[in-house]
């Protein structure tokens, strides 16, 4: 894309995301105003029965609709070993959490879950999972909580070692139970200081039993918190934590600016990026990884570079992306900075 484009089309996605939240702010409009835009026009989808999932709205993302796992992954970017089953994606104990390949924000999430039907064990040990939020960072609990009581702030529904649920809406076990999320991610500066914590909504089956609370950092068995920095945007997960419980129509609906879609690579197709590239004869950029995150360096600055394809990472503070290929059996990466678009180097390290 040539560097005019590239600008040309920043400064339509600004005026866009202004325009949309000046549509939004009743100070700009009078009353009933027949020039205010109308709201996009988005099918609802269908709500689940006990017997059948339902359909998602037409503008979520849908994570599982009870055919494949392609969505998911294990946490360290492998395919899963969880099956799927009757429509329902289930735990196969041992075999680790799971997490999606992108990456979200803030975010409506629907989620489903039914634990084993028949009931074993007591208190944690009794259909225990849990649907998470920042990777592995922020637990929502899921657990078989009718007639099985257990501590308060560990109970279904609960923002696990954090808040009880206000209610317990819990339905018997092997019956569909559902989750309505909105989550808030938090919000970190440059220094890694904690600018705006994270917060839930929950409905518990339709019930509401967490209200726009705000998390006082990690969740955890043994110790709480504290945040520790990391991008807005990252993984939802789903625990193992050796029940099988089953899930069936997850879907996600993301809020606010989510901007381009992220994901989460695995470390192994992050370390195949790793190396020095050649530009010119005086010329070598040099990719990184720390963290899990990919960094080139480029006129002396390090920039941390997300990725929006398996192969396509961008950064966030300037308008830099690199893409890496393979061409004619090389390794090759064409970065674009600013007006210098495509630049092609090949990998010598
Ligand atoms: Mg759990």
Redesign the pocket.
Known sequence: MKASSIILTALCVTIALRAQSDDLDPRNWIGHDRTRPLPPVVDPGVGSTPDQAGKAPSDAIVLFDGTNLSKWVAMNGEPTKWIVKDGAMECVPGSGYVRTLQCFGDAQVHVEFASPAKPEGSG?GRG???FFFGGMRY?I???DSYQNDTYAD?SCASI?NQYPPLVNASRPPGQWQSYDILWTAPRFESDGKLRSPARVTLFHNGVLVHHNVELIGDTGWVTRGPYRAHPEKLPLAI?D?GNPVRFRNIWVRELGRPGRPEFFLADKVLDGYVGKYQVNRNWIVDVTRRDGCLFFQWAGEDFLVFATSPNRFFAKTTDVQVEFKTENNEDVAYFSVGEDGGMRAKKVK
């Open positions: 944690q225990n999972s849990g637990e609990q899921v657990l560990g696990y625990q934590h």
